[in-house]
């Protein structure tokens, strides 16, 4: 069972260059997560958001700074990418972000949340039980009705590797020279444990959460919106 993606070393000091380039809208999706939280909670309310998988603290910058009054809560297995969250979270204010390096499981079920993002987490993790696991614990720590948003590579309808086909134009017409767009994208197809929706819809259902709400699709890349039971 893989329940976790290491992100080590140059993978972690060279992401928030890398993603922007392969994941061709990463920065509009990042831009659209606090409005969509919004649309669920109040800005002018005291409001904690969990962010599992927050890697380099993107979405947790975002979402503070779009709402000041809201307190977000980050969690990651890797020591690398919580350090360049520390450092990208510096310029808020003490006390409204927390980080803490480990898997969701791992944190404690007392305290219940009003929201949580998974963006390019389930991805990396096995059908096998581990994203099950992962959805399941979200659910135990969030609050009923409240709002999870998942970003995710998918597979729409059997169409992945002309997906794949239309991001490797997209990406040497960016000028990525050929070889790193063919092993890339040889990662992407070989490495990724990608779903379809259907499956998605029931791995959420199982997890506890409601139906999901495609807000969003780029190539490979599908952006849902669900509920917590
Ligand atoms: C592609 S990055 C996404 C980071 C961030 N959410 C973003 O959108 O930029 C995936 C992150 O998920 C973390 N991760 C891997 N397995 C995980 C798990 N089981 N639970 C939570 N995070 C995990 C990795 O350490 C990595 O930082």
Not at 132 to 138: G, V, Y
Request: hydrophobic share 40%; charged share 20%.
């Amino acid at each position: 069972m893989k329940n976790r993606e290491v992100f080590a070393g140059e993978r972690a000091s060279t992401y928030d260059t890398g993603i922007k380039l392969w994941c061709p809208d990463y920065d509009f999706t990042q831009a659209l997560i606090p409005s969509l939280l919004g649309s669920y909670l109040s800005y002018t309310n005291e409001s904690s958001i969990l962010v599992a998988g927050c890697g380099t603290g993107t979405e947790m910058k975002n979402i503070v700074q779009y709402a000041p009054k809201w307190q977000v809560m980050g969690v990651d297995p890797s020591l690398e990418m919580v350090a360049l969250a520390e450092k990208k979270l510096a310029i808020l204010p003490p006390g409204s972000y927390q980080l803490i390096t480990g898997t969701t499981d791992q944190l404690p079920n007392s305290t219940l949340y009003d929201a949580a993002t998974l963006l390019l987490v389930l991805q990396f993790l096995s059908d096998d039980g581990a994203k099950l696991a992962l959805l399941q614990s979200l659910a135990l720590r969030l609050k009923k009705d409240a709002p999870l948003i998942i970003f995710d590579i998918f597979d729409l309808a059997g169409s992945f590797r002309q997906q794949v086909s239309l991001l490797k134009a997209y990406l040497l017409q960016q000028g990525v020279a050929p070889t790193t767009v063919e092993q890339g994208t040889s990662h992407i197809i070989h490495d990724i444990n990608y779903i379809t929706e259907d499956r998605l819809q029931e791995l959420l259902y199982e997890g506890g959460f409601g139906k999901a709400l495609k807000f969003k699709q780029t190539f490979i890349f599908g952006g849902w919106i669900t509920q917590k039971q």
